[in-house]
């Protein structure tokens, strides 16, 4: 008797440790989830058309949560195709079990996208002056991103995107500034540059941050680092007066 159970709860351990390494790893795969994840991203994102594919249940081993992935969705705005690699939707366990799945968060991650392609979604938005700074001083580049959506009852209450830029041009009156790279991320009220590396006014820059916060007033700082001495007419070639 005691060895038929110590066989038995090892037979249903070991069912437990394969299904766990199969939903860590592969997934269990249902469309269950599209209508909803489908009407969730475009009833916070307006004039949004979203066609998700096959979508896949797995589990984060690291904090024990399930969260449903989709690969290369088909998502419009204002007719405007937006070039996806991923989205992941963190399902609350106690609502998947009662048949009334609510998602917690969302991860969406984007393939490389020409920033031209970013300036036709861009008009749409509110007006503002880095709108405008975007829209008419921005020429060319190009990005990828991570954007982190958290939810309360299916409505999204905070965001957080990071991306990098690469082969970034733009020229501010005087100021030209080429073959830039850098990591970005932003919140709600603040975000940051970094490791910025390009070429300013034929100057090369070898690493920058520049830092701001508008919770209440805009507040913007940063630094700037070159492995050049500039003199009193280099700084007048790159901000003349």
């Known amino acids: ?10 037979f249903l351990a070991l069912i437990i440790v394969l299904a766990i390494f199969y939903l860590s790893t592969i997934g269990f795969e249902t469309d269950k989830f599209n209508s909803l994840l489908e009407k969730n991203i475009t009833s916070n994102v307006p004039n949004t058309k979203i066609k998700l594919n096959k979508i896949k249940i797995k589990i984060n ?6 969260f449903v992935t989709t690969s290369k969705p088909n998502l419009q705005f204002y007719n405007n195709s937006i070039n996806l690699k991923k989205i992941d939707a963190y399902v609350d366990l106690r609502s998947l079990l009662i048949g009334n799945p609510i998602i917690d968060k969302v991860n969406i991650s984007s393939d490389e996208i020409d920033i031209k392609e970013i300036k036709n979604i861009a008009k749409y938005s509110k007006p503002s002056n880095l709108k405008r700074f975007f829209l008419n001083e921005v020429e060319n580049g190009k990005t990828s991103f991570n954007l982190e959506l958290n939810l309360k009852n299916n409505d999204i209450y905070s965001y957080e995107i990071n991306g990098v830029v690469k082969n970034f041009l733009t020229n501010i009156q005087n100021i030209n500034l080429k073959k830039t790279s850098f990591v970005y991320s932003i919140k709600k009220n603040s975000g940051e540059i970094d490791n910025i590396r390009g070429n300013l006014n034929g100057f090369q820059i070898n690493s920058g941050k520049v830092e701001f916060n508008n919770s209440k007033v805009l507040r913007i700082n940063g630094n700037i680092e070159s492995d050049l001495n500039l003199d009193k007419i280099s700084v007048e070639k790159i901000i003349k007066k």
Do not use: A, G, T, W
Request: hydrophobic letters at 55%.
């Open 1 to 10: 008797m005691k060895k038929i159970l110590l066989s038995s709860i090892f």
């Open 61 to 66: 081993i690291k904090n024990l949560s399930f």
